[in-house]
C-alpha cells in the first residue's frame, strides 16, 4: 500500500509494528497535525463505523485506539508551537462514566501548542473534581469531553451542578465529543446554563472558542 493508506490501515488493524519509520516517512512531506487530521482520524472513523456495525469487537478497538495515542505521541514533539505562552488556562477532562479520551488529549495538544495552560484531569471525573481544580488552578474556563449518548446528559447535569454552587458566571465551559450536536450545545444546554458555554466541533474550534473568550 501507498504510505498514507498504509498508515490509515495500522489505526484499523491495530498494528504498530514499524508504525514509527512510517510516521517519520510522512513526516517528511506533511505536517504532522495533517497526518493526524486527514489519515489517522479518518482510520479512527472507519474503526467506529466497523465497531457501531458489529464487524469489529472491542478488544481491537482498543488496539485502534492504543496505535492512534502512539501515533500522536510520537508526532506530538514535532508540532509546531507558537511559542507563546500564558494566554490563558484550562481544565479539561472526560466526564464521570466515559472512559474515550483521545479527542480530549488532541484538544490538549492543540490547545498547550498554541500558548495556553492545560490541566488536564483525564477520565471519567465528577463536577466535583472538575470544579475543585478549576477553583484551585484559577481556570478561565472549563472544558468537559464525551463520547456516549448518556454523557451528554451528565454534561447537563454537570451544568446544573456548576448553576448550583453559583459558579457559573465565573467558568465559561466549552463542550466537545461525538455525540454532542452544535444545537444541542447552543439551545437546549444553553438555556440551562447561567454561564456561558460553548461547542467545539473539532480541537480547532476548541483553540478559536479559547482565543474569543480570552481576547
Ligand atoms: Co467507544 N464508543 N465505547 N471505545 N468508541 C464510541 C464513542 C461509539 C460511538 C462507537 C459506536 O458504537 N459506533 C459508541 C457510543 C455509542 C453511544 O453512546 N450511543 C461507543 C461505545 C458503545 C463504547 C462502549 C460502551 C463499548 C462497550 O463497552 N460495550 C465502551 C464505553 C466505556 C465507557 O466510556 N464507559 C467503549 C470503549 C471504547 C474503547 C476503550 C475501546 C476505545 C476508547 C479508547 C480511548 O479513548 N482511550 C473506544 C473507541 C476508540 C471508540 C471510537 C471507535 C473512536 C473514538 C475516538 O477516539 N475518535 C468511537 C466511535 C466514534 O467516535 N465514531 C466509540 C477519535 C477522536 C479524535 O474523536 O473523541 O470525537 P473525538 O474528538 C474529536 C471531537 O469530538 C472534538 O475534537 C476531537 C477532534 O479534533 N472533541 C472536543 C472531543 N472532545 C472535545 C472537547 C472539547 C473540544 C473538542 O473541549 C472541551
Request: hydrophobic content about 45%; glycine content about 10%; aromatic content about 4%.
Amino acid at each position: 500500500l501507498p504510505l498514507f493508506e498504509r498508515l490509515e490501515r495500522r489505526i484499523v488493524d491495530g498494528e504498530r509494528n514499524g508504525l514509527e519509520d512510517d510516521l517519520t516517512e510522512a513526516m517528511t512531506t506533511t505536517p504532522p497535525l495533517t497526518i493526524i487530521n486527514d489519515t489517522l482520524l479518518s482510520g479512527m472513523k472507519t474503526v467506529g463505523e466497523l465497531f457501531g456495525s458489529g464487524q469489529m469487537q472491542l478488544p481491537f478497538v482498543l488496539q485502534s485506539a492504543e496505535v492512534m495515542k502512539t501515533a500522536v505521541a510520537f508526532l506530538e514533539p514535532h508540532m509546531e508551537s507558537t511559542g507563546a505562552d500564558g494566554k490563558g488556562r484550562i481544565v479539561l477532562a472526560t466526564v464521570k462514566g466515559d472512559v474515550h479520551d483521545i479527542g480530549k488529549n488532541l484538544v490538549d495538544i492543540i490547545l498547550s501548542n498554541n500558548g495556553y495552560e492545560v490541566v488536564n484531569l483525564g477520565i471519567k471525573q465528577p463536577i466535583a473534581t472538575i470544579l475543585d481544580a478549576a477553583v484551585d488552578k484559577r481556570a478561565d474556563v472549563i472544558g468537559m469531553s464525551g463520547l456516549l449518548v448518556k454523557s451528554t446528559v451528565v454534561m447537563k447535569e454537570n451544568l446544573e451542578e456548576l448553576n448550583a454552587r453559583g459558579v457559573a458566571e465565573q467558568f465559561p465551559v466549552m463542550l466537545g465529543g461525538a455525540a454532542l450536536t452544535r444545537s444541542y450545545v447552543e439551545n437546549d444546554l444553553a438555556a440551562v446554563y447561567d454561564g456561558q458555554v460553548s461547542y467545539a466541533r473539532d480541537a480547532f474550534e476548541g483553540l478559536s472558542l479559547m482565543d474569543k473568550v480570552m481576547a
